[in-house]
């Protein structure tokens, strides 16, 4: 996939995945540039809803004039039995030329970008449990913000659901790319992956104990099926173990950045002092995903 | 709330009620102002499905071009156990700076906009039972083009389902701060509040004796639930007793204007004659919709 | 119908319906035109759901600059019992100059159009089973892409299930105009219309009969629903009757042409060989189908 987000020279023509993308790839600067894309069309792509991830990237290509179209591939013809590909060549053929998407799986985002034709660019925008890149890009970018642009001196704990998170695993190859010092991935057993994700992490399960010393943590959503599933007793016993309250934030390292992908589960993940403090980047998060997607959009398209 | 939607200059920072708001309050002109919010964005963030109310606003912004979200909260994260406080104030991390919002909830859009950072400004597009200001502004506008400027020889009667109607209750404000003449209100006992809101007018359930002399009548639409309910026996009943037919209008004051928030039930609270007639303001109001949202988002965010 | 959609000099007002509408009707030349219709609203109404559709004129609309506005009329306040017609007169009040109406009765756009005020003009974007203009338009463009300019040497057979399908009945009113040589139709039995809509057609059911020396095959997609109505008796039977494959396109004329309205049913009304082979210009239909809205936008609105 490496390969096929990149042409020949290095430029990036598709973004799928941050896993193999080099620490220096050229990504356009941040701005508010009307025109960039005045009279392109953008289409949002998604076969899984996601209000908030759409909004941000309807916002972005807004700002850079494109005209937006969203496509709810849940409740159009994909479902009288056309395939995501077809959708994705006809939408093309309108003149769409950059394409959102969010699938629910693997690998999803990268076949399509296969067929897609020349001058076509796809931004994968979460498919999965694999990759989600913008969300990576926005989560490195407020890292630098918080804690300077030194990642190897950055010690980093990743906490909660790791094993169904798209986030957590993109987070993980951006991580792995700067060079971060330490990584430390903590979270029940059940819902820790039991492959080669986390090579070279520190790992464990007593979250008290992997707080010490570090500058930044990564709280991953709980999703409530995890309940149903029977992964997690109850969210009770989740927050007591792995909730991050100002008692236990106050035993991580100086003025640690708290990161959320959102929507915060308030008093599940974190607790609302926390998610409200003067620690949590989480809004910051959200602004640097408008900039970041800008400035892909602006590398695919401009 | 008057003192929150008032900056300290006496300049408009929300408009979230027109209960004790000055009558000389300055607002935008009308007009067709392009790029007067050129490069703003502003979301429709609907927590109750209202197609024409957010259509009015989402065309009234276009006219004004600004980029237009819209954000349905009933579909979205809110459901994944997102507050509404978190929609916003993410969206508002995203960069929008104008928030249209409707919620089931009473007081629901001044709790928001108490959050709401510094530049961000919030219009209630109708929350709970009490408050819709932007229509009470288009009925206030409509009055004034079909009975002229002095309000205070005017009598009004409001007809119908006062009780669960925030047209109503928004209205009545508006009626009062621009001192009109005669308040009348007139609807089956079931459906009239039995608090202070009808302080001053005078009520009865006996519509031909109450429409004698009005200058305009401000029709209330009847939702279905309130037969469902058992608040009124039969849509025929209710029309028998309070529908507008050309008969009663003949009854009412020379040339008086006929109001109605819309959508109307045809046959219900107004027969056919009397909605397409020539004392029908109905579709003026609906234009001066798009015109007020206009002038109320040039104000707050221009 | 045809009366009503030109004015007194010939000009089109609406377009209602090829049935009727002359040669040589003046509509406007494509092209990338940007601000033609800047500051104009463009409502897509549609009282039934097409995605794909609404898709081509939204982007159409937005590449000649309207401001555009999706109403979904079968969520929105027509479920409160508003009448269509009554909401048309608000959009059109709100200040919406073009609707795009897909509507599942026969006649609804027209109806609609007869309401509609001075200077507001209606695109029929499908209705029942009789009229979906713009699809005819752009298979006739696509036709002389594909064969020239001559349609009267052409051979067209049209394939499937025209009693259901308002792209059969449209195409034959322009197959006709156009003074196409001779028009095929073929299609089972409980498929074809028992009225006089294929006068002048040969028509038969052995496709194996009707493919020999044609220049284009029109292919219909099967709605589903036909199963469960017992008018087939399954996909797999058929798409060996029916579906169009390499070895049956080999037989029909040199270089015949494949067209299909779209989505289509893959291994039912074409194979993927067909479908993605080089005779097959289903794509560009659909892009023919933004450039054509275009065109017909201009010529209403510009």
Not at 81 to 92: R, S
Not at 131 to 158: C, E, N, W, Y
Request: hydrophobic share 40%; net charge neutral; glycine share 10%.
């Amino acid at each position: 996939m490496t390969a096929q987000q990149l042409d020949d020279s290095g430029r990036l023509r598709h973004l799928l995945t941050l896993e193999g993308l080099p620490r220096d790839t050229p990504v356009g600067r941040v701005g508010n540039k009307r025109h960039v894309l005045g009279g392109s069309a953008v289409c949002t792509l998604f076969f899984e809803p996601s209000t908030r991830t759409r909004s941000s990237f309807h916002l972005a290509a807004q700002r850079l004039g494109a005209d937006v179209l969203n496509f709810d591939a849940s409740t159009s013809s994909t479902r009288k039995g056309e395939t995501a590909c077809d959708t994705l060549k006809n939408l093309e053929a309108m003149g769409v030329r950059g394409f959102v998407v969010r699938h629910p799986d693997d690998g999803a985002v990268a076949a399509l970008a296969a067929v897609a034709g020349e001058g076509t660019a796809l931004v994968n925008a979460g498919d999965g449990r694999s990759s989600h890149p913008t969300q990576g890009l926005l989560d490195m970018l407020t890292l630098r913000q918080a804690k300077g642009p030194d990642f190897s001196k950055m010690k980093v704990v990743i906490v909660g659901d790791v094993k169904h998170s798209r986030v957590a695993r993109t987070d993980l190859h951006a991580l792995r790319t700067l060079g971060v010092g330490e990584i430390r991935v903590c979270g029940p057993q059940s819902l820790l992956p039991d492959d080669d994700t986390l090579k070279g992490c520190v790992v464990g399960d007593d979250f008290d104990a992997m707080l010490e010393g570090v500058d930044a943590l990564m709280m991953l959503r709980l999703q409530r099926e995890r309940m149903e599933e029977g992964l997690v007793p109850s969210l009770e016993q989740y927050h007591a173990q792995y909730g991050l309250n100002t008692a236990r934030l106050a035993r991580a390292g100086k003025d640690a950045a708290v990161l959320h992908p959102g929507p915060i589960n308030r008093g599940v993940e974190v607790t609302d002092e926390v998610a409200d403090g003067p620690q949590s980047w989480v809004l910051r998060q959200v602004a640097n995903g408008v900039a970041v997607r800008m400035a892909v959009l602006e590398t695919l398209l401009g």
